[in-house]
């Protein structure tokens, strides 16, 4: 563990020492030599042209010293302490357990009044008998006890917890990544069980699911860390895709609350905070991400995106293979032998069909326009073309 105290280290650099003393020398030895001119003593002038010469030897060494530490720092760089107190940093432990006293102390401290705790499951503070458990039972703790003793609401602790939605993209992901060497179901078990555990606290405290004091959300936009954060200190952990088979664990920073980097964590949580869902993790819920990846869906095109469609669907036959087959199916296919960037391509392209020597095999199906469907869309067409001039009461009566 290494310490960084910002509030009690008075440092001084090496240079402004010697550069003070430069000075100081000066002095001395611009008063030596003035006291050797005018003094007609013997003994004074002797003295005097020493201390000019002690003086002058003290000159150039500090002058010697100032140029040989700018070197230095030049040539080796700023000490590793210096940069992380740049930095805000204010401690380095090697683990999250490792910050176990850390973190029990700021949630009895009762200066602490939000903490809030973001992290993937949040398993080592919500589930099983993990060495975190116990600051979440401190967390239990003092919310019944402010809660029993009616403290006023301004001075209460407020808790939030965030925890990644196991079926979004990027859960669904993580999931499929340490699946094997992960024991106890991974993230589409332990999610659920961090939530209820949060409900049944909230509801064995204050008998109400939505109150202001103790709060679970899902987020799915992963910020790839573990955070801890109060109203006055912070602990980061940097996340990473994990094999669970090795115990290597992670260094979790804390930064001093005063500085910039603590802001924006402060404004990082508060963005996921406002972006995340409520806490459905039915196992009837199954997402989106799980049915994407599966069918190696790309893209999903929105009505007000059909221009960019028709793009994409030109430059996909632009650079389709001659090899391989071009289906369309289509209503009419007027969009394709219509389109004037197609023209030129797809003409030619068709023609060349013919001899079957060259270009690609395009082959277009369209709807029969004396079938039931191809009736019923011209009717359907029509009604929307007639809806335009027409008042609805007229095309009731029509109908």
Not at 71 to 98: F, I, W
Not at 274 to 299: H, L, P
Request: hydrophobic share 40%; charged share 25%.
């Amino acid at each position: 563990m290494l310490n960084i105290d910002h509030n009690r280290k008075i440092s001084v650099p090496f240079w402004s020492i010697c550069l003070a003393i430069s000075l100081i020398s000066i002095g001395w030895m611009i008063a030596s030599f003035l006291l050797c001119k005018v003094s007609i003593n013997d003994s004074i002038k002797f003295v005097s042209g020493l201390g000019v010469e002690i003086f002058q030897a003290i000159f150039i060494a500090s002058s010697v010293g100032v140029a040989i530490n700018i070197y230095l720092k030049h040539a080796q760089g700023d000490n590793p302490k210096e940069m992380l107190e740049r930095c805000g940093v204010s401690q380095l432990l090697t683990s999250r357990y490792e910050a176990h006293d850390d973190l029990l102390c700021l949630v009895k401290d009762t200066r602490t009044q939000q903490i809030d705790i973001l992290g993937i499951s949040l398993r080592d503070f919500l589930t099983g008998s993990r060495s975190l458990r116990d600051v979440w039972f401190e967390i239990r703790k003092r919310l019944e006890e402010e809660k029993n003793n009616n403290k006023p609401n301004k001075e209460r602790l407020r808790v939030r917890l965030l925890v990644l939605d196991p079926v979004s993209n990027e859960g669904t992901f993580r999931h499929n990544v340490e699946k094997n060497t992960m024991t106890g179901g991974g993230l589409l078990r332990e999610v659920p069980q961090g939530v209820e555990e949060v409900l049944r606290s909230q509801k064995g405290i204050f008998n109400d699911l939505n109150t202001e004091f103790l709060q679970i959300k899902l987020y799915e936009h992963c910020p790839f860390s573990f955070i801890f954060i109060t109203n006055n200190e912070l602990f980061v952990e940097q996340y990473c895709y994990r094999d669970h088979s090795k115990l290597d664990s992670i260094p979790i920073i804390k930064y001093n609350s005063s500085s910039p980097q603590y802001a924006q964590f402060r404004f990082s949580i508060e963005a996921i905070w406002n972006k995340a869902i409520g806490t459905d993790v039915s196992e009837f819920r199954v997402g989106t991400a799980g049915a994407i990846n599966k069918t190696k869906t790309k893209s999903i095109f929105r009505f007000d995106q059909r221009g960019m469609c028709g793009n994409r669907e030109l430059e996909s036959i632009k650079k389709s293979s001659k090899d391989r087959a071009v289906d369309i199916l289509a209503i009419t296919g007027k969009f394709f032998m219509q389109n004037s960037s197609l023209n030129s391509f797809m003409i030619p392209t068709i023609s060349e069909n013919i001899d079957r020597k060259t270009g690609r095999h395009v082959r277009i199906a369209i709807i029969n326009p004396i079938s039931q469907q191809g009736i019923l869309r011209a009717i359907a067409d029509s009604y929307r073309c007639l809806s335009r001039y027409m008042s609805p009461f007229m095309i009731q009566e029509q109908c």
